[in-house]
């Protein structure tokens, strides 16, 4: 649940209000007067729940083989150990077997940020890079992907925008919750099929207009 929690409530806010600046969240400091809710950038939680997951994957792995031990000498079941409740192993930074570096996650919230604060259709080239270099620093969010997918979209480049926009939806799907919470998880996912689906028509709207009616039902 704690991972969960995480996941669906930590923003910048929270890492302002410990003084999270390492991305460790280790809730060593208090600033009771930090203003909610900030500048919303996304928050520094993610490398501390892959350290979670990645435990939770050895306890379930260990507690699979103890059953398992156990069984074949014969003991199917022992009491008051709730091997009724199933260990299900989330899918998030690769089914928990990743975990993602403290300073790492830090470069690629920042590279994301500038890139999502840019603006103009001069800037595509660098923010493709940008992108790309904050995906690549940290792997398990989906919203870079989207960002990206757009920005292929923008330059025509349909079949990278195909590629993007699905691994963005997967990621933010397996999450269940949205990394930038600007967004709601719903917007999200459905501005992801949206983008994937004129991906696949190799279409995408050259105006405004065109841009703002793309949610329009037929």
Do not use: H
């Not at 410990?18 to 007067?33: A, H, I, Q, R, T």
């Amino acid at each position: 649940m704690i991972m969960a929690d995480f996941s669906d409530q930590l923003f910048q806010w929270q890492d302002k209000l410990f003084e999270n600046e390492d991305g460790k969240l280790e809730f060593k400091g208090s600033v009771p007067s930090a203003l909610w809710p900030g500048e919303g950038k996304p928050g520094l939680w993610m490398s501390s729940i892959s350290r979670m997951g990645a435990l939770y994957s050895l306890i379930a792995r260990e507690e699979g083989i103890y059953i398992e031990e156990r069984k074949q000498k014969g003991v199917e079941f022992e009491e008051d150990r709730d091997e009724e409740i199933e260990l299900v192993i989330p899918p998030v930074s690769d089914y928990c077997t990743k975990v993602l570096d403290a300073k790492e996650q830090i470069l690629a919230r920042d590279l994301y940020w500038k890139a999502v604060c840019r603006d103009g259709d001069d800037q595509d080239n660098k923010v493709e890079r940008l992108l790309i270099e904050a995906s690549e620093k940290n792997p398990f969010v989906g919203e870079p992907r989207l960002v990206l997918a757009q920005v292929y979209l923008n330059a025509r480049r349909y079949e990278e925008a195909e590629g993007e926009a699905e691994i963005g939806l997967r990621l933010i799907l397996e999450w269940g919750s949205c990394w930038d919470k600007r967004m709601t998880w719903e917007g999200w996912i459905s501005w992801g099929r949206v983008m994937l689906g004129k991906a696949k028509e190799r279409d995408w709207p050259t105006s405004a207009w065109g841009i703002i009616n793309l949610g329009l039902v037929k």
